[in-house]
Every structure is written in C-alpha cells, then in structure tokens.
C-alpha cells in the first residue's frame, strides 16, 4: 500500500487536516518551531503533498519527534487543523514500519516504551517516585531528593497511602487491575507495538555494534538513546 | 477591556454541583502528594460533598499516548475502564486530577460523536479484555472547574486572604492554566482558552490580584518526551524560562497552576535556571513560590502547610506564607507529625 494512503487510514488524520492553506498560523504559535528546526505548517504540507517519497523521508527524520504536544497549534488553526495530532499518527506509522530508528529522536522511543509502559503495567502509573531517580534528574534539585531517599515517611507525612493496599495516593494499584491493564495492552495492539520498538531497536543497537546478547548492551543502548549520544 | 475577562456565554461551562468519581493524576501523586489530599478534604469536610476514590482506578495512560508508546486504541480502553468502575460504583460526573487526562478524556468523547463506530469498537475491546461495560459520564470536569464553582463558598470560610497582611494590598498573582484543559476544546474550560477564568476566579474572590502578561497562555515547556528523555531537556527549559522573563518586570508575589506538571516545572527551573546563569525571576532577585491550586485553597482556608506537603517544593514557600500572614510552626517542616525529624538533614531550598 501507499505510505499516504495508509496513514490516511487512522481516524485521527481526519480530525487533523482538512485542506491547511498554509497560513502559518501555527508556527507563529508553536514552541518547537521557536527552539528548534520544527515547522508545523511545513509538516503538514508535505502530508498533504501526499508524496510518498517525502513522508518516508520525514517519518526516518527527527523532525516529526521535535513537537511537545501542547496542541497550542489547535486553538490557533482558522480551519481547525490539529499538526499536534497528525505527528501521533506519523509518529505511530514511524514506528509500524520501524522507521523510526533512522533518526537519533526517533530511536530515543526505546527508552520511553521501557520506562513508560513498564511503569503502567508494573504498577498501574505512568509516573513513580523510584523512577525519579535524582541522579538522572539533576534539574530537580535538592529537595526532591531529599524526598526521594526519605520518600516513606514524608509521603504519609502529608497523608499518602504509598505501596500500600486502599485507597489514596499512590496506592498500590491490586493485582486484578494491572491484569486488566495488562488485557488491555494485549487487546488493543499496545503490547504487539511494544514488541516492535523493542525488535527495531535491538536491530539498530547490532548495526551500531551494541551487544545485544548480553542485556547490558541493550542497557548501554538505552542509556546512550536516552542521553543523545547516538 | 474589562469585558474580556467576564466569561462569554460559548465558554461557560456546566460543572456538576456533586456526586463525583475522582481520578487522580500521576503527577501530582508524586510531586503533590498533599495536593490531592487536601482537594478531597476541602470537599468533603469544607464543602460536605461526596467524591469517591476508587482503589481500582489506574493512569489513564495519558503521559505513554503523549509519549507515542501506545496505539489511540489502548488509551481509550484504558478510560473506557475508568467510565465502567464510575458507573459500577453509581456514579455519573467525572473528575481528573489531571490536565493531561482531563484533555484525554474529553478528546475521546468528543471522537466517539464524531465517529459512532470507533465507540462501538471501544466497547467490544473492553468487554473482551474486561468483561466490563460502560456509561459515558453525564459531566466531565477538572478538579480546580470544582474548586472554582465553590470559590465563594470557600471565600465565606477564608481564614488568610490572597493580602498582604503588612500592606493590605492584594498579592500579584501569576496563573497557569496548562495546555490542555481548554487549547484543544476551547469550549470545555470555563472562560475557554485565550480567558480562562477557572484560576483567576478563584484568585479574585479570595482577594488577590492577577498578573496579565505577554506569554500567560504560553506552554511550560513539559512536552513530554521533551523533559522525559534527558536529552531533550533543553526545549522544557527554554519554555518556563521565556514564561519567566516574560513575568519578571510584574513582580510577582505567587505562580498558581492548574495542571500538576506545570507546577512542578514553574518550581523546579526556577532552581536550575538560578544553577545554570545565577538568575532568579521575583522582586528584588528572590525566587516566585509555586502553588496548586489546591494548595492556594488550603491556606486561604487555614490548612496546615506542612500537612499538604509545602515543604516538598524546591522554591521556598515560607516569604509567601509570611507575607500573607499565615500562622505555621517553622520546626515542623522536616518532621513528621510526631516531631521526629525525617532523614539524617534537612534539604535546601531555593529562595
């Protein structure tokens, strides 16, 4: 199948495009166009160029992985355009076909998956205190560090229920939960999306001489994504 | 120009009046875990009204879709679980915690109108990872859409006004309202999103003054894999450091935030900006506490700072406190409530 016509097939392209006539309204708005190289009105007019050839081009770029998704771009559209959600669905296509590990953001997706999806099915959050590790974390600064090594007796301090059963926050979310979270991910194509960033990525850490056979060379893999290095 | 700021009929919102199913935010669980607390217990014990917190509610996975981690298909099972546990427990009005899931949980039922089939879609997956069934709630808010319809309410029973209680004069106060509670749907935030009203009424009725300056509506920089990846850190960075030069000749007394993670980032750069170019964004080279909202509720209505957990902010709150004349034991900020001290030091806080 085409590129364009199989990117057209996600239900989101149609909420975000409708004939942009390239007003630039957007870029005036958007952050990424304002501290990096990104362009929203051009991204959206090479979509809907729909040359083939230019889409493989910027789904292998880093270009599609520079935008924040304030969305600042949808209040702003005069036809209610939406380029925030039109890199979701190149981004996913980006990551289908396993383009994604062309660019050094793109590859950066590996260490979101791990993280992220890790966390959601580990223990129903997306975010934890024990992932915040301060070391990683710099700009966080000093008290949340102190937070973190003394995290058991300041989160019931102000009244969270940490880890533990109940309700209240950051409970520990029960077992039967995270297995449905767990049936979910396998239902809906989170878990089989998952397996691809992890396949396309273990094969982009061979080309670069990563040794994958050992699991501290997917680690150092994961490092070097997560800190620009490659 | 006053009656740009009155809120135009397109966006005034419906907020339920009670009866709620809460969801909470994965963000201000870690960051602003007395937030949270303090929400519930402003509404049921200030305002007497009943919210449910549901042990079997999870992330709404909102961070990992933004992040690009997972399909749009596994998110909107994910909250269509969250509808099925409110409608099992008898309830009909949701409330997030969350910005990022608020937009997420309207983006999803705005799509299901739009395309009836992908509802129906949603509806097989969920059965059949499930065995559950769901109820699209009767109203959707943000949790501050709650605190500001009882703004007045909460204003009859404020102990510390937003005043300066040296001067008498109103505190400046900064609010940020975070992206996605009105940008995407301008109509589902009170006052939409060029005049959004959902901070600033409640700044005005507890006696405060509000700050409108050039980059108000301007993003804090989160971008998701923009701060998660350590990488890309700059791009978060430069965002709340515009937003702060931008604010610096209003001298503000406070920042508000709506979205959790906003609060944590107008904190925290504030501390790596002064580490990383020695400067600072308040009056005369001071740092510009940061509250939620939930916060700057609590202590109108005379909450224990220590207790909604103040003392976890990077940015010292103590010169706001004194400034507002709020009466705190200042050797209970590292202890627990038995008075031992948590940890072997105290930790140091940006002023």
Redesign the interface.
Known sequence: MQLHELIKQ???YK?ALNACMNCGMCTAVC??A???DYDPRILLNIVQSQDDDALEKLLKSDYI????????C??RCPRGNVPGLMI?VL??YS?ELGYFTESR?GR??Y???K???G??LGQ??????EA?KPE?HP?????????Y??KE????????NLHK???????Q??S???A??Q????????TE??KK?EDFSVKKAEQLGYDTDDEDGMEKYFMD????KI | MQNLYTVSKDYRKEIADDKYYYA?S??R??FF??S??TFLNILKKDLDRDVF????H??C????Y?????????I???VA?HFALMSENGYENFIASCVTSF?MYIEITE?WK??PE?LELIRE??K???GREFMIPKNIAHTSDIVYKYRMRIAEQMKYPLVNAKTGQPLKVVDHIG??YA??F?DKGEGG?EFTQVLQGMIKAWGGATVDYPER???C??????Y????????S???SK?KFESMQPYEPDLIVANCPGCAMFMD??Q??LNEMQGTRYGASDTMIPVLTYEEMAGLVLGYDP????L????VDVTPLLDKMGVKYDPDGKY???TGRP??S??????R
């Open positions: 996600d239900i989101r909420e952050p990424a304002e501290f990096s992985w520079l935008c924040g998704q304030c969305m600042s949808k209040t979701n981004r996913r990551q953001r950066q997706q260490a979101l998956h993280v992220l999806n966390n959601v129903g959050y997306c975010i934890v205190p915040v990683l700009e966080q600064g000093p008290v949340w560090e102190w937070v090594r003394n007796e300041l989160y019931d301090r102000v009244g969270a059963p109940g309700a209240g926050v950051l409970r979310i029960d039967g939960s995270l449905e979270l049936a979910i991910y396998d239902q809906t194509g989170a999306m998952g960033i994504v997560y800190q620009g | 909470r994965c963000i669980q870690n875990p007395g949270e607390v917190d549901d042990p079997k999870t992330t996975t909102g961070i990992a933004h992040s690009d981690v997972i399909p749009f298909d596994t909107q099972t994910v679980r937009g799509t739009h395309f992908q997956h969920l059949k990872a499930t992206c996605h940008k995407m301008p999103a509506r301007h993003c920089g989160f971008g998701f894999r923009q998660l990846v350590q990488a890309n850190r700059g791009y960075v430069s965002n515009k925290r750069w501390y790596t220590w207790d909604m957990g003392q976890m902010h990077q202890r627990t409530r948590i940890g030091y105290t930790p140091q806080q940006s």
